[in-house]
């Protein structure tokens, strides 16, 4: 691979690298949480770890910030519809 | 025919240049040419035929439960048999004939043309959509003639898990199928309506009822997966015991409502918005006037389309729900009528100084006006919690949707089906056999329904087969409406076919209506226009000085 | 023995209210409706009006400003909706106290299960179907469902609320006006959810004092044990022309030939062990097909099963 | 490496133009994926729900799953979103060969996953978890973890079905990128199966914790 090919793949492959050890970061630590439970309220924080890992897939694998407007808001409305159906189901379950 | 077409259909000679373009229809005329044909309109047809079918069945079904009412002892039907034709007539009413309608017959076959585009923005999905419906109305079918499902549309657990002995699991299994049909024609929908306008057509110069579609296309992909698990979830439970919703395991019934009318209340609207498109269309056409407000009217889609996704807790305010969440839903149901309101006030102000034309479509359009605002009122009586204690589940419920259902949605593909009737099959309807119908359907839709909603408040509860003998007076008048009803919708599938052949050939605008379908032939040629449209006008160009002063 | 239901001749057009809340029910939603109307009657007159007026061809004058008319817009954007939500706070007022009963309240259990209702008393007085209460005073009914969703619906008293296989729910209510109204299940819960229904007898205290201490005697095991036999459907196999099972008139004390070749008597145990285990005991020259209902019949129901079938005599024609 | 071929889309004959193709191809992808989240959304609101009505038994359950192999499926998982981030990247470039390499690494990977979790249900059928194929329920004590096990081979099952078809949809896609000019005609293909695959990947992140993780 000549240099200038080698250059090219990198200024392709970089994103995606970075998501990988993002990913495979975040997995470690969920893993580690999730093995040793240092403490009782620690599904809060694996909640939030697992936050990041979906907007790391969404914004670095999928490059949906290079996508047009229009597609970026079509990534983001399915999770505010789940948010919708989660959060007016709860106003039933959690104040019975 | 003219010798043209005959000259077309012989192989043997050489093609002649005919003057005008072949149409959709003339163009071929072999079986793979209708049935395995990627042309919008062409689908847009067999949809068209498939749910008349399917509306036929359903009306069966209705008509023999009203049957069924007209004696309070219930001896005409056994219980079962009752239990299963209202199902049916649910399930068939709702999934394949209500939901693809407007949508899939109008939605289809005017899209392209509304926007100025060749085709759908997918053509062959278009067309795997429609055998995705196919396949699940044979497994609808299936389950009608092997024995039937008595679940009742809404397929509550654990009747419809563990205590039905009937053939749940076909049936659920056809509306699975048939949901996947309505996702990818939402999705369909909406990459055309996003990416195939033509050049100059911008999102406020497109027509209502593009907007309507747009919205409803947005309830398909949003709404339809959640019912899609529930089901699925149904059909493991009750096939394979793994239960979700049993309530030995401790599992809760009411999880599986919850699901249920996340997607059912949208549903609802996916009823509802395609038939308010039409209405402006209709409106907008026959007082020659531009739409009033047509911003609000747009933005008052697109609210309907999310709004509505918060206000599904209120068909569950009895079931020991929480009171914050019932007071919550209903409050945000109260908010949801107002989009609705907006476009009844600006129907009534289009036709305010317009120059009326009060031809068929606009009868059934003003019957809708009607009809659909005393039913989304009486909505509002059942999204008021105290008045939902008592009305919940009573026939005031079912008057409800059905003002909502055939007042409004029936009458606005009814009107809609009329007046783009010249643009599917290039013939006019007869005027007079028209306004007959559409006097004929309003009448027994009122003789119907309408004693239902004493019935309701009354305290007769609604699937009852069995009824107190003081409800029968009202059952009899409701019964003997139905027949008018029935008589009533018979009527224009006589003279609609008539006029394929008998009718007169239709010119390209016979209403003097604006719109790019309106500017293309009837029935327009295989690709919707000659060259493609530049929209440099505004929507609904009509003038506002009167035309027929003096 | 129908019961005068009141209210209920053929052309009411109104249903009869048994309880304050009830008339308040009522008085919300003829408000309601007067409002609604307020807002709808003008729309209908005007699309008519309109059509007439404006028709094509009549010469009248049609121009109209176009300018952007927000104001309107808002206005009846706004107006119907504050005037509407003056409704809802109203039907949310009512539903609070609906939803908390109040401490004094007599307790009745309630429990709905394929296609009956079953009410008991603090006392222990059971009812099948009906239920008698006394006027003037708080009752809860405390419900669950054994099988699927039902709902129990009083609509003399406005009120309803389902019954949940997995948790119980309540209701409450203080009727006032004695007299004899329906009852029903008004969640759809299968083949017979039509004859889920009843009679809701409201009586004056005095009245139903001595109704529940006679309810205890004169409403004889036996009337009690012919409700249940008519709500399992034991009539369905077991009535006189069935041809699936022996029919059981006057088969008390009769005696039995069994399969294994020997003779018993029908007394209280054969029957009571034969519910409850019909595959024990086969009878000569039946196949035995019933299901067992251990499990479903309580004990007390299965002495007012029997007590009803010792009551069977042979057909008299 | 390798000498790059021409790049390009051809066009439909209703579009007007190639980035009006491209771009309704990738709105109509990400249109789909928003269906399947929200169909993956009703079991997560059944786990989350359990995990209210039933946190006892729902902990108990999670006792029974098999953590580290999930955890292994998930890293698999990540890999293979990452060779196909490469595939895509390789066939904007236009090294086909090593675009074909890549997604082959990423089917296999795709059927690594598939063969840990078929693992995973042996064991869990040889722990008699698996009530409904009859057997006596391992956990009969405490009922309410049926439901919660009963969510787990739900979700996992159709995960897993999402990926047999994925994996067969990209062998398919692999023997037609192979040809000479499909990469000058239908290069977008790789685009738009990138981004279903992703999100495989990302229900998949997903469910790993809400049945695996969460208050283990």
Not at chain 2, 347 to 370: E, V
Not at chain 2, 462 to 467: E, F, Q
């Amino acid at each position: 691979m000549t240099p200038e090919e080698r250059r090219q793949l990198w200024q392709h492959m970089r994103t995606p690298v970075i998501s990988l050890g993002l990913l495979m970061a975040l997995l470690a630590i969920n893993v580690i949480l999730g093995a040793t439970l240092p403490f009782h309220g620690v599904w809060m924080l694996e909640a939030a770890v697992v936050l990041c890992m979906v907007l790391v897939v969404l914004f670095l694998s999928m490059d949906v910030s290079h996508e047009a407007p229009l597609i970026r808001v079509f990534s983001m409305l399915g999770f505010f519809w789940v948010l919708i159906l989660f959060t007016m189901t709860l106003t039933d379950y959690l104040a019975r | 025919m003219s010798p043209s077409d005959a000259v077309m259909r012989d192989p043997g000679t050489a093609r002649p240049t005919i003057d005008r373009p072949a149409d959709y229809l003339h163009e071929e005329h072999t079986l793979r040419s209708w049935f395995f044909s990627t042309d919008h309109k062409r689908i847009g047809l067999l949809y068209l035929a498939s749910i008349t079918f399917f509306f036929v069945l359903g009306a069966i079904a209705a008509c023999l439960v009203r049957l069924a009412l007209i004696v309070p002892d219930g001896t005409i039907f056994s219980s079962d048999t009752y239990n299963k034709l209202f199902t049916m007539h649910g399930v068939i009413m709702i999934w394949f004939f209500l939901i693809p309608s407007i949508p899939a017959t109008f939605g289809n076959f005017l899209l392209p043309l509304m926007i100025g585009a060749k085709d759908v923005a997918f053509p062959h999905l278009n067309l795997a959509s429609f055998y995705i419906f196919i396949t699940g109305a044979l497994f609808t079918l299936i389950t009608l003639v092997i024995g039937g499902v008595d679940t009742g549309w809404t397929f509550y657990a654990p009747f419809s898990t563990t205590f039905s002995n009937t053939y749940v699991i076909p049936a659920l299994i056809g509306v699975i199928i048939v949901g996947f049909s309505s996702i990818l024609t939402g999705l369909n929908f909406v990459v055309t309506i996003h990416k195939m306008r033509c050049p100059g057509m911008t999102w406020f110069r497109m027509p209502i009822f593009v907007w309507t579609l747009y919205a409803t296309s947005l309830i398909f992909l949003l709404a339809t997966p959640v019912i899609t698990i529930a089901l699925i979830l149904l059909v493991m439970e009750r096939a394979f015991g793994i239960g979700v919703f049993d309530p030995r395991l401790g599992g809760d019934p009411v999880l599986f409502e919850h699901l249920f009318w996340f997607y059912s209340h949208p549903a609802v609207y996916i009823m509802v918005l395609p038939g308010m498109g039409v209405i402006t269309e209709l409106v907008a056409a026959f007082s020659q006037k531009k739409v009033f407000g047509y911003r609000f009217v747009a933005y008052a889609s697109i609210a309907l389309a999310s709004v509505t996704f918060l206000v599904w807790g209120h068909h569950m305010f009895v079931n020991g729900e929480s009171q914050l969440a019932a007071t919550v839903y209903s409050l945000l149901s109260f908010a949801v009528a107002v989009p609705s309101a907006v476009k009844v006030y600006n129907w009534t102000a289009t036709i305010h100084k317009g120059s009326i034309h009060l031809d068929t479509p606009m009868l059934y359009a003003m019957g809708y006006i009607g009809l659909f605002v005393l039913g989304g009122l009486t909505g509002l009586f059942l999204a008021t919690l105290a008045i939902d204690a008592h009305l919940h589940d009573t026939y005031f419920v079912v008057a409800h949707f059905h003002y909502i259902m055939v007042g409004g949605t029936m009458l606005a593909f009814l009107g809609g089906l009329h007046y783009w009737w010249p643009k599917f099959t290039g013939r006019m309807y007869p005027e007079a056999f028209g306004r007959v119908g559409a006097g004929l359907i309003f009448i027994g839709f009122n003789v119907t329904f309408f004693p239902q909603f004493i019935l309701g408040y009354l305290g007769m509860p609604r699937r009852y087969h069995v009824y107190p003998p003081e409800f029968q007076l009202l059952n009899i008048m409701s019964s003997a409406g139905a027949t008018i009803l029935a008589a009533g919708y018979f009527f224009p599938m006589v003279y609609l076919i008539w006029s394929l052949w008998y009718g007169k050939k239709a010119p390209a605008n016979p209403w003097n209506a604006k719109g790019l379908e309106w500017t293309t032939s009837s029935p327009p040629p295989t690709h919707n226009f000659l060259n493609t449209p530049l929209v440099d006008f505004e929507p609904y160009g009509y003038e506002n000085k009167a035309p027929e002063i003096g | 023995m129908t019961p005068d239901i009141a209210g209920s001749h053929p052309l009411a057009l109104w249903p009869a209210a048994a309880s304050r809340s009830a008339t308040e029910v009522d008085h919300l939603i003829l408000a309601f409706t007067g409002i609604t109307l307020v807002l709808t009657v003008p729309i209908f007159l005007a699309i008519t009006y309109f059509a007439l007026r404006y028709r094509a061809g009549r010469n009248t004058v049609r121009r109209h400003t176009e300018g952007r008319d927000v104001k309107i817009e808002l206005s009846w954007m706004l107006i119907p909706f504050a005037l509407t939500l003056g409704f809802f706070l109203w039907g949310a007022i009512i539903f609070n106290t609906e939803l908390h009963p109040p401490g004094d309240s007599m307790e009745i259990q309630a429990i709905g299960r394929q296609w009956m209702w079953k009410f008991e008393h603090p006392g222990g007085q059971a009812e099948i179907n009906d239920l008698h209460v006394p006027a003037g005073q708080n009752i809860m009914i405390n419900m669950i469902s054994q099988d699927v969703i039902h709902s129990l619906y009083l609509p003399a008293l406005r009120i309803q609320m389902e019954t949940l296989p997995n948790r119980y729910t309540q209701v409450w209510f203080k009727a006032d006006r004695p007299g004899t109204y329906r009852l029903y299940c008004s969640e759809y819960c299968g083949t017979d959810h039509s004859k889920m229904d009843g009679n809701l007898t409201i009586m004056s205290p005095g009245d139903f004092a001595n109704w529940l201490t006679e309810a205890g005697s004169t409403q004889s095991l036996a009337a009690i044990g012919a409700r249940l036999y008519a709500a399992y459907g034991c009539g369905g196999c077991h009535n006189d022309n069935a041809r699936v099972a022996p029919s059981l008139a006057g088969i008390y004390g009769s005696e039995i030939k069994l399969a294994d070749g020997t003779t018993t008597i029908a007394d209280d145990t054969f029957l009571r062990n034969k519910i409850l285990n019909p595959d024990t005991q086969k009878i000569a020259g039946t196949k035995q097909v019933m299901p067992s209902f251990h499990g479903i019949l309580k004990e007390d129901d299965l002495t007012h099963i029997v007590a009803y079938i010792r009551t069977l005599q042979e057909p008299t024609q | 490496m390798a000498e790059a071929v021409l790049v390009g889309i051809e066009r439909a004959e209703h579009f007007e133009s190639i980035d009006q193709q491209r771009e309704a191809a990738s709105l109509g992808m990400w249109a789909w994926l928003l269906t399947e989240l929200l169909l993956f959304s009703g079991l997560f609101l059944i786990a989350l729900i359990l995990r209210i009505q039933h946190p006892a038994a729902v902990t108990l359950a999670t006792t029974h799953l098999k953590f580290w192999i999930g955890a292994a499926n998930t890293a698999v998982l990540i890999c293979s979103s990452f060779t196909m981030s490469g595939a895509i990247g390789l066939s904007r470039l236009g090294w086909q060969r090593g675009m074909v390499g890549c997604m082959l690494a990423t089917a296999t990977l795709g059927t690594l996953f598939l063969g840990l979790k078929g693992f995973e249900y042996y064991q869990d059928y040889a722990e008699h978890m698996m009530r409904f194929l009859g057997q006596p329920y391992a956990l009969a004590a405490d009922q309410a973890t049926r439901l919660f096990i009963d969510v787990y081979f739900i979700t996992t099952a159709l995960h897993g079905l999402h990926l047999i078809t994925g994996v067969s949809i990209l062998l398919v896609l692999t023997v037609m990128a192979g040809r000479p000019n499909f990469l000058a005609q239908h290069q977008n293909r790789i685009e738009i199966y990138g981004l279903y695959w992703h999100f495989i990947d990302l229900i998949w992140i997903i469910v790993f914790p809400v049945l695996y993780v969460l208050n283990r």
